[in-house]
C-alpha cells in the first residue's frame, strides 16, 4: 500500500511549509489526486487517519478532490473530459488526444485553523 507513504510525504510537506510560515494550528490538507494517479483516494484518506491519530493534525481534515481525465485534442483544439481512457476526441473523431490533466498528485492548499487568543 503506497498510499501510507505518500500520506507521509504529504504530512511532512505540509509541516515545513507550517514552519515556514510560523503556522500553529491547521483545518484542512486539500489535495487534488488524478484519476491516473495509481492513487486510491479512501486509502489515502485511511493511511492520512492512522498517521494522523493521537498528533497535533488529528483534527486536521484531509480533503481530497478527484481530478478526471481531461484531454485536448491536436487536430481541432476541444478540451474534454472522460471517466476513462479514450484514444479519439469526441468531437472531430481524430486520434490519440493529448491528456492533459488526470496523471498528479498535488498539495492544492492548506487551511489554517483559528487559534485562541490568551
Known amino acids: 500500500m503506497h498510499e501510507m507513504s505518500i500520506a507521509q510525504s504529504i504530512l511532512d510537506i505540509v509541516k515545513e511549509e507550517m514552519a515556514k510560515h510560523q503556522v500553529e494550528k491547521l483545518a484542512a490538507i486539500n489535495i487534488a489526486v488524478g484519476a491516473l494517479s495509481a492513487v486510491v483516494p479512501s486509502s489515502l484518506t485511511f493511511c492520512y487517519n492512522v498517521l494522523v491519530d493521537k498528533t497535533e493534525f488529528a ?13 485536448s ?46
Open 59 to 71: 483534527e486536521t481534515r484531509l480533503n481530497v478532490r478527484v481530478v478526471p481525465l481531461t484531454y
Open 73 to 118: 485534442c491536436y487536430a481541432c483544439g476541444h478540451d474534454f473530459t472522460s471517466e476513462e481512457m479514450t484514444f479519439e476526441c469526441p468531437a472531430c473523431g481524430e486520434a490519440d488526444p493529448m491528456l492533459t490533466a488526470g496523471r498528479d498528485l498535488t498539495i492544492e492548499n492548506i487551511e489554517v485553523a483559528e487559534t485562541e487568543k490568551e
